[in-house]
């Protein structure tokens, strides 16, 4: 047995519950020892930082 409603919902009530899919931009911080900007509690891409620690070393590029 399928759905099948018994009136037609408009297009403004339609389009109303479909206004809240809209989506955020991502939240970036900068690191603490380069400065770049990065995602949260994530190795920095750029110095292969994290919490002020080195993670990766970089110097192989």
């Given amino acids: 047995m399928s759905i099948c409603p018994k009136n037609k919902h408009s297009k403004a009530r339609r389009d109303s519950r479909r206004a809240n899919w809209k989506m955020s931009a ?7 020892k380069c400065g770049a900007l990065t995602a949260p509690h994530r190795v920095c891409k750029a ?12 110097d192989a590029e």
């Fill in 26 to 32: 991502p939240a970036l911080v900068k690191c603490s």
């Fill in 47 to 58: 110095c292969g930082s994290y919490n002020k620690r080195e993670i990766i070393s970089m």
